[in-house]
């Protein structure tokens, strides 16, 4: 399975290598969408990580053991379909294709696992539609 992982951990987890763990033990294939470490401040990492369902929860089991909260998520954004004119903007700066417009009905599609959440589509939106999700 594919999934997005949303971790928040203490300054004394700075040091800690989270991500060789995540695949040296437990064989999950990694990707970083977003980091935000500084050294002795507290920091945040959205993986995107891919692996069995058993590999991920011996995963989660363990993140439960440290300083840290974690939470998998399935979006990063979130889109107001009653504020949304589908104008089709927003799809020109997803460079992931996790927005995409088109016949037949020319209504705004939204593939949550491609999205990689870069937030270039709530900057360009018009009408505000596009929110981040609070995950991080
Ligand atoms: S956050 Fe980035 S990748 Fe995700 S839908 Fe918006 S533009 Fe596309
Ligand atoms: S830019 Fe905003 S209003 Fe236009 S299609 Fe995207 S979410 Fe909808």
């Known amino acids: 399975m594919k999934t997005k992982l949303a971790i928040n951990f203490s300054e004394k987890l700075t040091t800690t290598p989270l991500t060789y763990r995540l695949v040296k033990e437990f064989d999950l294939k990694v990707n970083i969408l977003k980091a935000n470490i500084d050294f002795n401040h507290n920091g945040h990492i959205l993986y995107e990580i891919i692996g069995s369902k058993e590999q991920i929860e011996a995963t989660l089991q363990e993140l439960s053991t440290l300083d840290l909260t974690y939470r998998l998520v399935d979006s990063t954004i979130k889109i107001d379909r009653d504020i949304c004119t589908d104008c089709g903007l927003c799809t020109s700066v997803c460079l992931s294709d996790a927005l995409t417009i088109g016949e037949p009905d020319w209504e705004l599609d939204f ?5 990689v959440g870069c937030n270039n589509c709530i900057l360009v939106c018009p009408s505000q539609a ?3 999700n609070d995950i991080l």
């Open 111 to 115: 593939n949550t696992e491609n999205c």
């Open 130 to 132: 596009i929110k981040m």
